[in-house]
């Protein structure tokens, strides 16, 4: 079955360059990982559910913080190696990083063991470079980040 999620791309301007803030996925299967890992803050989203309304859902789950309703960018849908379509759009903000707090999830772990653990969906979130962020970032998602900098000519 075909998947959608929806997130948002937030973008700052810093020293005069520009950065992107993804996000690292918590839990044990990516502890250890680092490139190609990180992500947009998005989610899944149900059919009929409005895929703006979803992103806004989505980053007050994985960051802790609720966005403001204004100056959104809409970007091209990506698909994913996993053949879901991702929804995205950037919106210039700045938070700070140390008070990034995400839901929770429940997987058995280690495997096999009986033992129910929680884990964050988000561990971290980091502000990048347009080129570093583009080595950090899923591969699919890159597309993102080069539509953002035609979007504002950089």
Do not use: C
């Amino acid at each position: 079955m075909h998947k959608n999620s929806a997130g948002i791309l937030l973008f700052r301007f810093h020293n005069n360059s520009l950065e992107v803030l993804l996000i690292h996925p918590g839990g044990p299967y990516f502890a250890k990982k680092d490139i190609g890992v990180w992500s947009i803050p998005k989610g899944e989203f149900l059919e009929g559910e409005n895929p703006l309304d979803a992103a806004k859902r989505e980053f007050k789950e994985e960051i802790g913080v609720e966005i403001e309703d204004t100056g959104f960018i809409e970007l091209s849908p990506i698909e994913q190696k996993n053949n879901k379509t991702v929804f995205a759009w950037a919106l210039q903000g700045d938070i700070d990083t140390s008070i990034i707090k995400s839901n929770t999830f429940e997987i058995e772990w280690p495997p096999k063991s009986g033992i129910r653990r929680s884990f964050p969906e988000v561990d971290k979130g980091e502000w990048f470079d347009a080129a570093a962020a583009k080595i950090k970032i899923n591969e699919r998602q890159v597309a993102l980040i080069d539509e953002l900098l035609k979007k504002l000519n950089l």
